[in-house]
Nanobody, 124 residues
Framework: QVQLVESGGGLVQAGDSLRLSCVVS????????MAWFRQFPGEHRRFVGG????????YYEDSVKGRFTISREDHGNTIYLQMNSLKPEDTAVYYC?????????????????WGQGTQVTVSS
């Protein structure tokens, strides 16, 4: 059993920064490729960015490039999403996901495990 737990969400103002964390626990053996998704009200989850199992590779959705950065602890199953210059349109529930085969792309169906989500609200 593998669990993912996100934390760090909250209410901020436009232009502020926020850092989300996601910890993978349970029967973990190797580091997993991981990703962040977000879900706007009434919509499906959308890819934000992903990171390879060793942190050497990252991939971002265009609207967050230059503002958001994904990182991970060395040899660990904790990833972070540093969000800078936040905009009201970044308001969403943010989810982390993990994949045991090394995938960190935009297709949510490829991921094996998901967290419960953390709300990020950006006021104007």
């Amino acid at each position: 059993q593998v669990q993912l737990v996100e934390s760090g969400g909250g209410l901020v103002q436009a232009g502020d920064s926020l850092r989300l964390s996601c910890v993978v626990s349970g029967r973990t053996v190797n580091a997993y490729a991981m990703a962040w998704f977000r879900q706007f009200p009434g919509e499906h989850r959308r890819f934000v960015g992903g990171i390879s199992w060793n942190g050497d590779g990252t991939y971002y959705e265009d609207s967050v490039k230059g503002r958001f950065t994904i990182s991970r602890e060395d040899h660990g199953n904790t990833i972070y999403l540093q969000m800078n210059s936040l905009k009201p349109e970044d308001t969403a529930v943010y989810y982390c996901a993990a994949d045991r085969r090394g995938y960190y792309g935009a297709n949510g169906a490829e991921y094996d495990w998901w967290g419960q989500g953390t709300q990020v609200t950006v006021s104007s």
